[in-house]
């Protein structure tokens, strides 16, 4: 089992920046891929960014150049940093970490709004 836990989300002007972490604690020694989700009220849950475990980054297009998701093993901890946030970064941002024995873990979710 692994258990996930979220930290950094809140109210940020248009522009500004966030950095939320993840900690993973538990069987931390079977994860391997690390991802960030979120989800926008009335809308599905989309991929933001990805990192396996070779640090290989993806990002959905919307993100890219703004977002930046990065690990740290020692830690057991997923980060994203977002810089030059806008309105439709709002949402409820969830992290997510996959296990060789293929089973998914998800976070509790942090949310994001941005003003304009």
């Known amino acids: 089992q692994v258990q996930l836990v979220e930290s950094g989300g809140g109210l940020v002007q248009a522009g500004g920046s966030l950095r939320l972490s993840c900690e993973a604690s538990?069987?931390?020694?079977?994860?391997?891929?690390m991802y960030w989700y979120r989800q926008a009220p009335g809308l599905q849950r989309e991929l933001v960014a990805a990192?396996?475990?070779?640090?290989?980054?993806n990002y959905v297009d919307s993100v890219k150049g703004r977002f930046t998701i990065s690990r740290d093993n020692a830690k057991n901890t997923v980060y994203l940093q977002m810089n030059s946030l806008k309105p439709e970064d709002t949402a409820v941002y969830y992290c997510?970490?996959?296990?060789?024995?293929?089973?998914?873990?998800w976070g509790q979710g942090t949310q994001v709004t941005v003003s304009s």
């Open positions: 538990g069987s931390t020694f079977s994860i391997n891929g």
């Open positions: 990192i396996n475990s070779g640090g290989t980054t």
């Open positions: 997510k970490m996959g296990t060789w024995s293929k089973r998914d873990y």
